[in-house]
């Protein structure tokens, strides 16, 4: 590119145009276009032309350089000068810029944004480079990061339009944040109204986004086959414009440049394949279609079946939520089928809410990649949709140009509003210019009543409409001049835009302005298995309340949220530094070198280009406050003129640069310059401080120089200094040298001289030494005969004194011996002695025990006189509770008079001490008073309120009455409206006993562990030889300081090691569960700080530490008592008991009477505006007494209150002498008002007249009738004889009260709270669901409670998204709770809702949910004992499926046992793995256990890969993504498979006793099953439909597709256990025909044709052919000859029944009072739906096990009619002799056939009309319903299903037709109408197909599971299996 100015080319700046006309800036433009310049400046404004090809010599990077640090001007225009400029003012202008982009759509604003990124990201790149090293580590940066989402964003959201290729559908404003060094540290992107319309359909020749094609096109065969991909032109929300391929766009290279950027992304693989499979799924879902059948029916579900696959949902669920919506209606799910366009509609909006969700996730994804921190300043780049005029424009173009318009008045405000308003306030000379003013146009929109206004309140009307909308509109801006009404009512309406008239169709705009999204389809999305998919829909909120009476939530509308987002963008716009980008399309063709001038003159004239030229021209863009001018431009300001004035110095300055004023004003206080002139200024400063820095670095590079000088000087001084030292070393050397020669000749010349005078003198003294040894010798000589004669002389001595001391030594033997003997008669003695002493001492030792032991027997006689003294009391409790049961109605009458009694002397005590306490108030009070406020220390005491943890505490004096009426004092704390008392301050975190030893390392045996009790307080852990106060202190131990705290569980049990400095303590504890709560506070106290540490002692004040509590809301009354013994008493009055309290102080008193005074004298100090609701109910008694307490009379009206926070009851209205409450928190719960109940209810009046008592037993949710049961003795008849006539008295007494509401009927609704249960009753229904509905909207609006284990699953969620591997392992080792224990556990891991289980199966005996936790808990240890686990498996599985709230603990439980286990493949280890394995396939837990669940299983495969535990872990995970809810729990034998990690084996049966095995797994559903049958046995396009069976003899019934396989073998294994079939036959799956569709085109010998004769065989045995018994015996030879063939001599038929209808032969009741297998109807009437088997009650399943029996007994009755019908068959056999199978198979049929009903199914049913026979048929066919009397061949009435309106049973075995044309329904009463509905159902969809369109359907997308055969038997069908 020429980066110099060519006149050739027009003028860079149109403000220096002389002809300010559109004609000459046409020109100027066109002139530059043609010439490859489609950039144009006007002032700091650019106009960019879109030159339709590629020009890169325009955007190298040497060209971007070029541009840097240049200003505006100095370079030909460049969209890189303004991004330059833009860059440099955010420290020039030191404050956020932006660049706003705007433009029609094509324009190229997209392109533009691409270039300034680019431009911004390499400044970024240089100033990174410039301020240090580049880190080169693997880190994304920042610029790349944002660069390569562009890519992303546009494949997601831009797509081809008539005007642009690469059209943006959706607004982004990207924010680049700087660092104050200039390079880029993070960014954000913010998104504007994705055109999600465009998903499910665009304009003609336009295209749907840009991934779909992308994705067709790019993607491999085998990940498409993965995805279930095809063509894109098979796809409808692809193939409706017409326009599927565009050679100028290369999507399968855009493909690889999106994955390329996924990945830079960081996006994960697996992600990456969650977001294709969304893609799918949407493509596919747009090829669902419906038809009307009784509803919106899906056509084909192949489509279906793939999107559930792909979005891991159910099929069904996803099926129905299309096709039929449903609400809630006072406690009933209402379902209500959709139209075609209705079920359209909801596919639409589910593919455009999918596609919008992960649109927005992919934002949020890139957002969370390129976040930064705290910046310096930002640079914004507003890259938002084009003005948009189509031939038809929706509402998205609507809300698109609604952005255009407030984007051309933002310019419009900065270019004239703003611009003219500054020179007219600063008093500049200027004549303002005329400018196009949108402002009218906004209000007309968004004004109050304007157009959103009015399409928002008409889209909240629920019975609002497109043309009521529309009429709105025309009445309310018809007279608007901006507002355009058509002439002609077409549903348009029209706005003057600023470029222009956009007529809007309305239709449609409601419903995309609701954005409608049922809540039926948002439910199915968050149960998918798919995390992905949920986290897409998680924060998605339901439209609707949970009851269908409640009006719809005011969710904000589409526009009103655009509207929200919009003003949010302006608001940051106007924080901003703007520059504008004006993109221009030069041509409508999108062609090269084309300008068309009618078409740009129209977007100049419409974006205000004229009048930005001319006020470009005219005005003072530039402007400055005198002081920044100043300090701006110092620099080149004169230094004579720098002590004159600021405004002075700026006009000199300004003069030197243009003295004629033409490009300059002052202002009042600012100085205005054209652009030009800012140029010159910034130049000549420019040059200036050039110069300047020039003087700068001579004084630095002389200063560096001289340095240097000075430097070298210093060196060379050092060097010469060393030189010379060198030198005179040398010569210094060298003289020692030659001293030290002459010293050696010197020195040896003396040592000459010494050595011959020494030789001399060594001679002489040789000579003296020889002189001196003769005279010594001789010396010798003499002295040695000297020594000889004394030797012998002392010899002589020697021998005389040896001889004496013999003499001596006897003398003193003699002396010794006698003293031996002395001391050892001395010793014999003292033995004696100490002899005498241990006899003693044994005998004091002896007295000891004897008083030891008399003590001992005293205390043993005490204590046994204490246990018969306390057996005494209880006998006499027990005595006294015996007569108050006997007097117990006495009683209660006169409890309420014993209270007031009490009440009235409590208060005449108060009144006493009130005068008392007046009389001493001047001196005790005050002097107490002030000898508290005095006290400079806390005492313990005082009562006292806690500012910091809002709760009333102090020591109290109690006495809570009962047996032993003791004082003990107990720390009392008030919080949270429960007052609560331990047994002594809690000022310790911790206490308890625990096993010690202490001191090194060593392992002491237990017998020296001593048990300690320790006490936690604050930092120190101090222990005690006792828990009493006066304990002696053992040590203390400094838990801060501590080295290490191990839990050492896995070693040793329950112990936990504190290492110090000095020691090692070694602690046990007596439970796993106190382990684990020891080590968890003494982990937290040694990391926490103080304020964490204060906390702490918050959390352990609550009940669970509390050796007693009370909840605050049922106290009645709190008053003084005056006891002279106990002064400062104040009592608690409840409605079960009184509690003294005393306080130390009368101000303590005072201060807890005063915390409690909202509670004095029983009445409750409400405001109106806290009670939600309130009013009188019916209680039931909840009291487990015996049979003399329990009446009706326990019911009894009472007043109840209804708060934020609880709900209360009273005697009376006026809220006295409250009765009881229950305060609520979220694991409370309300049940629904029970119809049952109500109608039982309503018979109370017959129960009383017939003598039968309903009694309230142990529990109040169990209602059971008085057992008759014989009394065991005489006294016992007695008692219960005295209690029946008591009942009855009270009964009589109250009849009359009751009576009519016993007619009537109550409504029961029971509340459950923490500790006790409300059963209320109501007449009104209305009132009963109001009363749920409030107390339901309570405890929703509580708090979620959340277990230490919840938070350590969310704290191991957070670490895992953070890839933090480290802090898991530490969460895992830190929480013992969280692994494997041997120990029972108390309490569940999880909160559990409370209240009583109510079962369907009463036998079960459930309690409450944390007893039932609890207890599987408890089976899950030892498990590894049992010899067979299958029972503990299958009742905690049992459990589960009735406990649904039990299913996310148990999964818990089982995660925790299964993890931190020392042997992974230990027994008990594989057991649990087993349990969980079940429990995968079986149910699913919540959406976070089961995230918990799949981490804990893949954590195991990676910490054990290769054992058993590795590959249980793989089937679970496995087994989840298939799972399906269930209607039983698993059978034995699917636990069997599961426990061998393999499929099952399921046998299914035809006719003829063939049958053949499948595999299936857990979740194999029976159409699955019916699928590959069909496609085995080629049934692909057979004429009729087929289905699996439940049969047993001749009960069967028809199994639904969706039914998993695994429920029905469940069910038949129960049947077997009770012993349920029929005829003594097993229950069998059996594959057969099911609607008979078309019988007569049936080719004859196929497996079809054989399927029809063996069902027609079928219905004839069992008596459904109506004809003479002539044809049935010709019938019956025919089957023979079929089966057996020719007859042979003496061959009989054994079993008539197998080809003849016996039950003809068989004399039976009449008809009138049994059904077809010989039970009455009226039992089965009232048994019906009761059973398991829908259709089958329990009763009459039970009747099934006699019919053997009694067939056996009818056969032997009519033996010679069965025989003589055998006779007649076998005649007839003989004569077919010769006629081979098929043939005597088709004369069968042809038989069949000829009668008219033949191809319906026949049920028996009872006619309730008295126009038809009593017993009839009920014939089903393909196209009509036939009545037929049994046994008759021709229908009494006919009725096409044309003429059915509907059908269904309203009751129970009643089933009714409502035809057209009939004055009155038919209406049968029937077991089977669930068959029938079903089949009727079946034959009418089928109707419909035929009448729409045919269609073929592809069996190669869905994938098949092959299953192995293994044959049974014989059978024509055997070779087909």
């Not at 839990?1047 to 303590?1065: A, P, Q, V, W």
Request: aromatic share 8%; proline share 3%.
């Amino acid at each position: 590119m020429a980066i110099h100015h060519s006149p050739s080319v027009g003028l860079e700046d149109m403000a220096k145009l002389t002809d300010l006309k559109d004609d000459s800036i046409l020109e100027n433009l066109k002139l530059r276009y043609e010439h490859d310049q489609i950039y144009t400046y006007i002032g700091s404004i650019l106009a960019a032309l879109n030159p339709y090809k590629s020009i890169p010599s325009n955007y190298e990077k040497d060209v971007m350089l070029a541009y840097n640090k240049r200003h505006i001007g100095e370079l030909p225009p460049h969209i890189y000068a303004i991004a330059n400029d833009c860059y440099y003012s955010m420290w020039k202008r030191n404050d956020n810029q932006c660049v706003l982009i705007s433009g029609e759509s094509g324009a190229g604003k997209t392109e533009s944004t691409k270039f300034i990124l680019n431009f911004l990201s390499e400044m970024s790149q240089a100033s990174a480079q410039a301020s240090g090293p580049v880190n080169t580590g693997s880190k994304l940066r920042v610029e790349d990061a944002i660069l390569k989402s562009s890519p992303i964003m546009e494949s997601f959201g831009n797509a081809k339009t008539v005007y642009n290729n690469n059209s943006s559908r959706f607004g982004k404003f990207i924010q680049l944040q700087f660092t104050s060094e200039g390079s880029i540290q993070g960014g954000r992107i913010q998104d504007y109204l994705l055109e999600k319309n465009r998903v499910v359909g665009q304009n003609p020749n336009e295209r749907n986004y840009h991934i779909f094609y992308c994705l067709l096109t790019g993607i491999s065969d085998e990940h498409k086959e993965r995805l279930y991909l095809s063509e894109a032109s098979s796809y409808h929300y692809l193939n409706q414009s017409g326009c599927i391929s565009d050679p100028t766009i290369d999507d399968k290279g855009n493909f690889q440049a999106v994955q390329e950027a996924l990945g830079v992304m960081k996006f994960t693989q697996e992600q990456i394949h969650d977001v294709f499979c969304l893609l799918s799924a949407i493509l596919t879902l747009g090829n669902v279609q419906f038809i009307t059948a009784g509803g919106a029916q899906v056509k084909d579900m192949q489509p279906i079946q793939i999107v559930a696959s792909l979005l891991n949902i159910d099929e069904y669920q996803l099926c129905d939520s299309l096709t039929q919506t449903t609400r809630t209606l006072r406690g009933e799910l209402i379902s209500t089928p959709l139209d075609v366009d209705q079920a359209l509609n909801s596919r639409d909006s589910l593919a455009m809410n999918l596609y919008g969700r992960c649109f927005k996730w992919i934002i949020q994804r890139i957002n969370s990649c390129i976040k930064g921190k705290e910046f310096f300043r930002s640079v914004g780049v507003l890259d938002i949709f084009g003005f948009e005029n189509f031939t038809v424009n929706r509402f998205e173009q609507f809300n698109i140009n609604f952005a255009n318009e407030k984007l051309q008045e933002y310019f419009n405000k900065h270019i004239f509003s703003l611009e003219q308003h500054e020179y007219n306030t600063e008093g500049l000379e200027w004549v303002d210019i005329d400018w196009q003013d949108n402002g009218e146009c906004l209000d007309l929109v968004e004004r109050k009543l304007g157009i959103l206004a009015l399409i928002n309140e008409e889209s909240r009307f629920p019975k609002g409409t497109d043309e009521s909308m529309l009429d709105k509109l025309h009445s309310n801006h018809a007279k608007n001049t901006f507002y355009i009404k058509p002439k002609v009512a077409d549903g348009r309406f029209g706005i003057r835009h600023y470029a222009g008239e956009v007529f809007y169709e309305t239709k449609g705009f409601l419903d995309k302005n609701r954005d409608t999204f049922r809540d039926d389809i948002l439910k199915v999305l968050k149960e998918s298995r798919s995390d992905f998919i949920y986290d897409l829909f998680e924060t998605m909120l339901a439209s609707k309340a949970a009851s269908g009476d409640k009006t719809m939530r005011k969710k904000p509308t589409v526009s009103s949220q655009f509207q929200e987002s919009l003003h949010s963008l302006m608001s940051t716009l106007n924080t901003c530094n703007p520059y504008f980008v004006r993109c221009v399309k030069p041509n409508a063709q999108k062609a090269p070198s084309q300008f068309d001038s009618s078409l740009v003159v129209n977007q100049l004239r419409y974006s205000g280009m004229l009048e930005t030229v001319k006020i470009r021209k005219a005005g003072f863009p530039v402007r400055r406050q005198f002081e920044e001018f100043i300090k701006r431009y110092k620099a080149i300001i004169l230094k004579e003129d720098l002590s004159k004035e600021a405004a002075q110095l700026c006009r000199l300055l300004l003069i030197r640069f243009d003295d004629k004023k033409v490009k300059w004003q002052m202002g009042k206080s600012k100085v205005f310059m054209k652009e030009n002139l800012e140029s010159q200024l910034e130049t000549e400063l420019k040059k200036e401080l050039g110069v300047l820095a020039s003087k700068i670095k001579a004084c630095i590079k002389g200063f560096i120089v001289r340095k240097q000088y000075k430097k070298t000087l210093a060196q060379i001084v050092i060097v010469q200094k060393t030189i010379r030292m060198h030198q005179c070393r040398r010569s210094f050397l060298n003289v020692r040298r030659a001293v030290i020669v002459f010293q050696k000749y010197e020195r040896a010349r003396v040592a000459r001289k010494i050595l011959r005078n020494l030789k001399e003198e060594k001679r002489k003294e040789e000579e003296r030494l020889r002189e001196e040894q003769r005279q010594r010798e001789e010396q010798e000589r003499r002295e040695l005969e000297r020594l000889k004669a004394e030797a012998k002389l002392r010899e002589l001595e020697e021998l005389t004194r040896k001889l004496e001391e013999e003499a001596r030594q006897r003398q003193e033997e003699e002396e010794a011996q006698k003293r031996l003997e002395e001391e050892q008669r001395l010793a014999d003695l003292e033995k004696v002695r100490q002899l005498e002493i241990a006899r003693k001492q044994e005998e004091e030792e002896a007295k000891r025990k004897a008083d030891e032991l008399r003590i001992k027997l005293e205390e043993d006689a005490q204590k046994l006189a204490e246990e018969q003294e306390r057996l005494k009391i209880e006998d006499e409790e027990r005595q006294l509770l015996e007569e108050v049961e006997k007097r117990q109605q006495e009683l209660d009458r006169l409890r309420s008079e014993q209270l007031e009694r009490a009440e009235r002397q409590i208060m005449h005590e108060f009144d006493h001490s009130l005068a008392q306490l007046a009389a001493q108030e001047s001196h005790d009070f005050y002097s107490s008073l002030e000898q508290i406020e005095d006290s400079e220390e806390d005492d313990d005491n005082a009562s006292k309120k806690s500012d910091e943890t809002h709760f009333f505490e102090g020591f109290l004096q109690m006495k809570t009455g009962g047996m032993v009426n003791s004082w003990k004092k107990r720390w009392c704390v008030l919080r949270d409206e429960t007052l609560m008392w331990f047994k002594s301050k809690q000022e310790a975190l911790k206490s308890g006993w625990l096993m010690k030893k202490g001191g090194g390392t060593g392992t002491l045996s237990r017998r020296n562990w001593r048990k300690r009790f320790f006490i936690l307080k604050d930092f120190t852990l101090s222990y005690y030889e006792s828990d009493s106060n006066t304990a002696k202190l053992l040590g203390k131990i400094d838990i801060k300081g501590a080295t290490n705290i191990t839990d050492s569980s896995f070693g040793r049990e329950n112990s936990i090691d504190i290492e110090t400095d000095g020691r090692t303590y070694h602690l046990v504890a007596d439970t796993a569960d106190d382990c684990s709560e020891w080590y968890s506070i003494l982990t937290r106290v040694k990391n926490s700080q103080e304020f964490e540490l204060k906390q702490m002692h918050d959390e352990e004040a609550n009940p669970k530490n509390a050796i007693g509590s009370l909840d605050v809301a049922i106290i009645d009354s709190v008053v003084p008592v005056n006891i002279a013994s106990k002064p400062n008493c104040f009592a608690i009055i409840t409605a079960e008991r009184v509690i003294n309290l005393m306080s130390a102080t009368p101000v303590g008193m005072n201060n807890w009477l005063a915390a409690l005074t909202q509670y004095h004298k029983g009445k409750r100090a409400y405001k109106q505006e806290d009670i939600i609701l309130s009013g009188w109910l019916t209680k039931e008694s909840t009291s487990t007494g015996t049979l003399a307490r329990v009446s009706t009379g326990s019911r009894k009206k009472r007043y109840f209150v209804l708060t934020a926070n609880s709900i209360e009851f009273y005697r009376s209205v006026e809220l006295q002498q409250k009765m009881g409450a229950i305060a609520f928190n979220s694991l409370c719960s309300v049940t629904l008002p029970d119809e049952k109940t109500f109608k039982e209810e309503g018979s109370l009046g017959n129960i009383l007249s017939n003598g039968v008592l309903p009694i309230d037993t142990t529990t109040p949710n169990q209602t059971n009738g008085i057992k008759a049961t014989p009394p065991s003795s005489p006294a016992q008849s007695n008692s219960m004889r005295r209690r029946s006539n008591s009942l009855v008295s009270t009964l009589m007494r109250s009849s009359k009260r009751l009576s009519r509401l016993d007619r009537e009927g109550y409504w029961k609704f029971v509340v459950h709270g923490r500790n006790c249960s409300f059963n209320l009753y109501t007449v009104s229904y209305d009132d009963a669901w109001q009363w749920t509905y409030a107390i339901q909207d309570v405890i929703d609006s509580k708090p979620l409670l959340e277990t230490p284990f919840q938070i350590l699953i969310r704290e191991i969620k957070e670490s895992a998204m953070n890839g933090d591997l480290t802090s898991i392992e530490r969460i895992f080792k830190l929480n013992p709770i969280l692994r494997n224990t041997p120990h029972v556990l108390k309490s569940p891991l999880l909160p559990l809702p409370y209240g009583l289980i109510v079962s369907s199966s009463q036998e079960k005996g459930y309690t409450t949910l944390n007893d039932e936790a609890v207890k599987i808990f408890n089976s899950l240890l030892g498990s590894e004992n049992l010899p067979d686990p299958m029972p503990v498996i299958q009742g905690i599985l049992q459990t589960c499926h009735d406990l649904k709230p039990l299913r996310d603990e148990v999964y818990c439980q089982i995660i925790k046992q299964t993890t931190g286990v020392p042997d992974p493949d230990s027994l008990n280890n594989l057991r649990n793995w087993q349990i969980l394995a079940c429990l995968c396939c079986s149910f699913l837990p919540s959406r976070n256990i089961l995230r918990y669940t799949r981490f804990h299983m893949k954590r195991q495969m990676e910490l054990f890969p290769e054992t058993q535990t590795a590959r249980y872990a793989e089937f679970a995970i496995d087994a989840l993504k298939r799972t399906r809810s269930r209607d039983f729990a698993p059978s034995r034998a699917e636990v069997i498979a599961i426990l061998g990690r393999r499929e099952m084996s399921a046998t299914v049966f035809c006719h003829g006793d063939g049958s053949c095995q499948i595999n299936i797994n857990s979740a194999t559903t029976a159409g699955q099953v019916v699928h590959t049958l069909v496609k085995g046995m080629g049934l692909d396009k057979c004429h009729n439909r087929f289905a699996l069976y439940e049969r047993s003899g001749h009960v069967e019934k028809a199994i639904e597709d969706r039914t998993v396989i695994a429920d029905i073998i469940a069910k038949f294994e129960r049947y077997k256990a009770r012993g349920l079939s029929d005829r003594g036959k097993p229950w069998q799956l059996f594959f057969k025909l099911f609607c008979y569709l078309d019988t007569k085109n049936v080719e004859k010998g196929s497996i079809e044709y054989s399927f029809l004769y063996e069902e027609a065989c079928e219905d004839v045995i069992r008596g459904f052919f109506p004809t003479s018994a002539e044809k049935l015996i010709q019938l019956a030879a025919l089957r023979t000859q079929f089966v057996r063939g020719d007859y042979v001599q003496n061959d009989w038929i054994r079993e008539l029944s197998e080809v003849y209808p016996v039950d003809r032969l068989k004399s039976q009741p009449k008809k009138d009072d049994n059904d077809f297998a010989g039970f009455p109807m009226k039992q089965r009437k009232d048994n019906f739906i009761s059973g398991t088997l829908k259709g089958l009650g329990d009763k009459t399943l039970k009747k099934l096990q006699k019919s053997a029996s009694d067939d056996s007994i009818l056969d032997s009755v009519f033996a010679d009619e069965i025989s003589a019908t055998t006779t007649r068959i076998v005649d007839k056999w003989k004569t077919l002799k010769g006629i081979s199978a098929d043939s005597a198979q088709e004369a069968y049929m042809n038989i069949i056939q000829q009668w008219k009903s033949y191809g319906a199914r026949l049920f028996e049913v009872e006619s309730t009309d008295g126009r038809f026979p009593a017993n009839l048929w009920l014939a089903v066919g393909a196209s009509m319903v036939a009545v037929h009397k049994q046994g008759e061949p021709n229908p009494i009435e006919e009725i096409t299903y044309e003429r059915i309106l509907s059908f269904g049973a309203p009751i129970p075995n009643e089933y009714k037709i409502v035809v057209e044309g009939r004055r009155h329904e038919l209406s049968f009463e029937t077991n089977q109408v669930f068959e029938i509905a079903k089949l009727m159902k079946a034959y009418i969809n089928e109707i419909v197909r035929k009448r729409q369109s045919i269609y073929s359907v592809s069996n190669g997308n869905i994938p098949e599971q092959k299953q192995p055969v293994a044959l049974n038997n014989s059978s024509p069908f055997d070779k087909y299996f």
